[in-house]
């Protein structure tokens, strides 16, 4: 599938991603989140894997115990 903004009088089309995103107060889960920014500058063909490594690295993040973050502060 092509990206819509390739497509000659789609360049309008490109995404817009806000910038000022309002985090989540956890800054190991806000810096996970931090990497979809990269969906902007990817073709959609790359979306699945991005997704999949965000996940898995959202999932750890949430599975990490707390009390040991806490002694590592």
Do not use: K, W
């Not at 309008?12 to 309002?22: E, G, I, N, S």
């Not at 190991?28 to 991005?50: C, F, I, R």
């Amino acid at each position: 599938m092509a990206d819509p903004a390739d497509i000659p009088g789609n360049e309008a089309v490109a995404a817009v991603f806000p910038v000022d995103a309002a985090g989540t107060g956890d800054a190991g889960v806000d810096a996970v989140l931090a990497g979809a920014s990269a969906l902007a500058g990817t073709p959609v063909a790359g979306h699945t894997a991005l997704y999949a490594g965000l996940q898995q690295a959202l999932a750890a993040e949430l599975d990490a115990d707390p009390a040991a973050r806490i002694a590592e502060s």
